[in-house]
């Protein structure tokens, strides 16, 4: 390197590295804002190794425009979170995971550097390389989240109705989890000798993300499209959400009369008949989406595993997931074009073995075939992904604060 | 407390599986030399690598977890020199490098930084069959313009500049240290003797060549052009059916490292005109600059630059005739392949058949018998599922089995 490129690096370094510093106080500039400003002669924001730190605003390498990006978008999003500076210091000296650029550099005016990744404004980053720093921080974030303490439940605590039949549930993953809840709130008893099956269904491209965000909370890294792939290529739907196999399968152990598959768009739908044929009161039950949640999950899993292992993984997950990556904006997620004639077919499939099964059905067979929904994404949106991972790594970032503490999370 | 640590980055393909069998399979002989090679399975820093670098390698990683730090303890306990290898660390990112560096050393400890390198020329098409081994299934020219994109947006180009880009790596991973402690291994032009390679490694490793046998060392045989069509094309058809680790077993160990490569019948793979004219642009621009550098370079920068062009086979577009031959070469291997296992599933099911032969002689007594009755009985009455239910807290266990 001739002299004239070790000055430019210097300045290159002292810049970057004071844009950091403001960062990590809460500054919500962009780079090219904080570049093209006339620095402050003297102030110590720029001369950030003067403050003998050595950090990321300090010595030791530089943070990547990811870094810098993801803790500017933070400050902007979450201005209110509880010592900022700690967590910009996190999240500028903690790379992303897995693949991707490596250790972009920002723009700089005269820069002789012809080896590594080229820079690119921060601003311009692919969200992607955003959402990989982001799950950087999750990652550290989550593998402090104290598995000692135990959550307390938050059901109310009824008086169970013996003389109630008992239910049990199965089919759409999601829809089961609330619809069981509601119904073990209302005093209803689960399973049992003389249990009343129930097979809960809707269209298949919800039955298809809501089994997706049960295979990502089990630990799979797996895309919204590869589902599809996978299903099509086996020419099957995951048994799990196979409704006429599972309602076939009931019926061979326990006879037709107990077996009852309900199909509707929404929980409080399914629960109202699922009530109606135990003679039990129906609620409101909140529709739940978790698409962005699960595809930040399906990138943070491998990472996370290698984090804390696949036992912890699950434990933290199940403990602190749905606390911190909650409450999503409602969003549909469509089947990728290239499966959707296939998802036809396969619905039509379904759709006839529930009309010609010998159980009770409750809504009609033809809502399981997808229909074209213009407007509607076929795969996350990696923008709308980022900004709910943004969210999370402000409520994680406060929950650790909150244990930290000695409180509850 | 290890007294010097050698840290060999990569790159891949330019020898490195052949130096880590050696070091791997020599690891009681280099110990009596005081050199460490802290490796309790053939791949233990590969999942170090993987820990460090939080990546993802079709399920492997979950064999990774706190492997790092299990091998830098290990390190830091070596007397003496301490030897770690593995290529895919050339794509460390910087904050990677300073926790792997500060994790290896403690004080006193004199580091060292190896990358050993080969010409772009030679890399480019051995790093496309790679991910063809990994079950891409992107073309040749796809692959090939990725690389050229300026952005490294596409496809695999920000891995394959992360762990190529020779310039970049031995900043990454050399900035911190005395130039004389980064080690540059050329690899030696094709046709060079197998030992000099070794010799280059030897030389910074500080060990005699000549104590290490390299007959039992496993090569990294290619493919050649109709060869990597037909996996490419395999991989295709397979993407959504196979999962990881039975393509592992039978697609890349049994077809590919048992048959196709081990004798490559097709023309070897080489770059298009055009892009052979930029990668040895690229290449003499590198060995310009590491020129200047001070790196120690062991073997010679002139090594990096290609040699003629190889005349041009696409890949994407094959002879049919040759494409068809290798695919019955492939359909033949996993014929015997699927022969093979068959037998090992009858073996298995004669084993299985002999052991429920000795459950149901266990499970013919009265006792036993009116334990299952009292189970099925169970499912539809409340009195039995009772009685079921308070024998079993009796009984002090959570059982389903009676």
Known sequence: ?409 | MARKVIVHVGAPKTGTSFVQDILFDSRERLAERGTCYPADRFDAHFLAALDLMQLSWGGLEREAVGAWDHLAAKVRACPDTAIVSHEILATASRAQVARALESLATAGTELHVLLSARDLVRQIPAEWQENVKHRRTTSYADFLAHLQDPSRQEGVASWFWGVQEVPDILDRWGGTLPREHVHLVTVPPAGSPPHLLWERFAHVLGLDPEEFPLDQVRRNASLGVSEAAVVRRLNAEVADLVPNHHYRAIVREALVHQNLSAERRSARLSLPPAVWEWAAQLSRQWVGDLALQGFDVVGDLADLLPAEPLPYVDPDTPDTAEFAETAMRALTALTVEAARLRDREVELMADIEELVEKLDRAHSTPVYKAKERLVAKAGTSRLAAGGLGLYRRLRGRNSRST
């Open chain 1, 1 to 409: 390197m001739s002299p004239e490129q070790d000055v430019a690096g210097a300045e290159y370094a002292d810049r970057v590295r004071a844009w950091a510093a403001a960062l990590r106080a809460g500054s919500t500039q962009t780079w090219r804002e904080f570049r093209d400003a006339p620095a402050s002669p003297g102030a110590l924001l720029d001369r950030p190794h003067e403050q003998g730190s050595t950090g990321p605003t300090g010595s030791g390498p530089l943070p990547g425009a990811a870094q810098l990006e993801l803790v500017r978008r933070l400050s902007v999003t979450g201005a209110d979170l509880p010592e900022f500076a700690e967590l910009a210091d996190l999240a500028l000296a903690t790379s992303g995971p897995g693949r991707g650029l490596v250790d972009v550099p920002l723009p700089w005016p005269g820069s002789a550097v012809r080896t590594g990744t080229p820079p690119v404004d921060p601003e311009a980053l692919p969200p992607d390389e955003v959402i990989r720093a982001a799950t950087g921080v999750l990652v550290r974030l989550l593998e402090s989240v104290d598995l000692t303490r135990t959550n307390r439940s938050s059901r109310s605590w009824r008086p169970r109705s013996p003389w109630r039949r008992g239910f049990t549930l199965l089919g759409a993953p999601t829809t089961v989890g609330l619809v069981r809840a509601a119904l073990l709130d209302a005093g209803l008893r689960e399973g049992g000798p003389r249990t009343t099956c129930f097979v809960l269904g809707g269209p298949l491209d919800d039955l298809m993300v809501q089994r997706w965000a049960g295979r990502v909370r089990a630990g799979a890294a797996m895309r919204w499209p590869r589902m599809w792939r996978a299903a099509q290529a086996n020419d099957r739907v995951p048994p799990a959400i196979a409704l006429p196999m599972i309602a076939a399968h009931l019926v061979a152990e326990l006879g037709a009369e107990r077996v009852h598959v309900v199909l509707a768009d929404d929980p409080t739908a399914t629960l109202a008949a699922v009530a109606g044929v135990l003679g039990a009161p129906a609620g409101e039950i909140a529709p739940r989406s978790e698409v962005l949640a699960t595809d930040l999950l399906r990138r943070l899993n491998p990472a996370l595993t290698l984090a804390v292992g696949d036992e912890a993984r699950r434990r933290v997950v199940d403990r602190v997931w749905p606390e911190i990556a909650g409450g999503e904006e409602p969003t549909s997620l469509g089947v990728p074009a290239g499966q959707f004639a296939w998802a036809v077919a396969c619905g039509e499939r379904m759709a006839e073995a529930l009309a010609r099964g010998r159980y009770a059905v409750h809504g009609d067979p033809g809502l399981v075939v997808p229909v074209s929904r213009p407007g509607v994404r076929r795969a996350p949106d990696p923008e709308a992904v980022l900004a709910h991972g943004l969210t999370v790594v402000g409520r994680a970032w406060r929950a650790g604060r909150t244990q930290a503490a000695g409180g509850r999370t």
